[in-house]
T-cell receptor, first 116, second 113 residues
Framework: EAGVTQFPSHSVIEKGQTVTLRCDPI?????LYWYRRVMGKEIKFLLH????????ESGMPNNRFLAERTGGTYSTLKVQPAELEDSGVYFC??????????????FGNGTRLTVT | AQTVTQSQPEMSVQEAETVTLSCTYD???????LFWYKQPPSRQMILVIR??????QNATENRFSVNFQKAAKSFSLKISDSQLGDAAMYFC??????????FGPGTRLSVLP
């Protein structure tokens, strides 16, 4: 089966610009998560979709970040306007079962975002 | 809030030797899962091993095993017979019911030939 795919793998943008990250989860996985890792720090939760619904978006840093998952398939994460502190690696992950909290996450390769 | 700490930002091990990566966490819950994930350079993060808190027996996966000390809230990863392909960032993670994964800051493991 195809794994979680993320696009682009790298993005370099200037402060104030807009960037949209895309994630395609494993087919059949209802749960989709976005995480971010700022250099040298822990991987922080951003939000969680169950199908097309936002289950938990408590980790979204501010209203410059907008995540969507239309149709419950792929997801996009838009940053508008980007700030320097948004730089980091954005990970997408999916999992099959919401109720089994031991169900592991399947990660994509991540998108490395650099805001200059 | 739950937190996960990995006190070793970097570790190195000689090929074929054994290395232990440490992880501690903070929680007031009694049932939860703990995970170790591995991210090789420029590659996907993959699950190495997981442990349910209610199981006393330490999980093992081939050369990877854990030392789970529930009372001490410690969850270390032991890699035996280290191989060059084990070089990666290792992340410890915690999850309890209804919560999202909480990750530690990671430990970068180098394997020396």
């Amino acid at each position: 089966e195809a794994g979680v795919t993320q696009f682009p793998s790298h993005s370099v943008i200037e402060k104030g610009q807009t960037v949209t990250l895309r994630c395609d989860p494993i087919s059949g996985h209802d749960n989709l998560y976005w995480y971010r890792r700022v250099m040298g720090k822990e991987i922080k939760f951003l939000l969680h979709f169950v199908k097309e619904s936002k289950q938990d978006e408590s980790g979204m840093p501010n209203n410059r970040f907008l995540a969507e998952r239309t149709g419950g398939t792929y997801s996009t994460l838009k940053v508008q306007p980007a700030e320097l502190e948004d730089s980091g690696v954005y990970f997408c992950a999916s999992s099959q079962d919401t109720t089994a909290f031991g169900s592991p996450l399947h990660f994509g390769n991540g998108t490395r975002l650099t805001v200059t | 809030a739950q937190t996960v700490t990995q006190s070793q930002p970097e570790m190195s091990v000689q090929e074929a030797e054994t290395v232990t990566l440490s992880c501690t966490y903070d929680t007031s819950e009694s049932d939860y899962y703990l995970f170790w994930y591995k991210q090789p350079p420029s590659r996907q993060m993959i699950l190495v091993i997981r442990q349910e808190a209610y199981k006393q027996q330490n999980a093992t996966e081939n050369r990877f095993s854990v030392n789970f000390q529930k009372a001490a809230k410690s969850f270390s990863l032991k890699i035996s017979d280290s191989q060059l392909g084990d070089a990666a960032m290792y992340f410890c993670a915690y999850r309890n019911y209804g919560q999202n994964f909480v990750f530690g800051p990671g430990t970068r493991l180098s394997v020396l030939p």
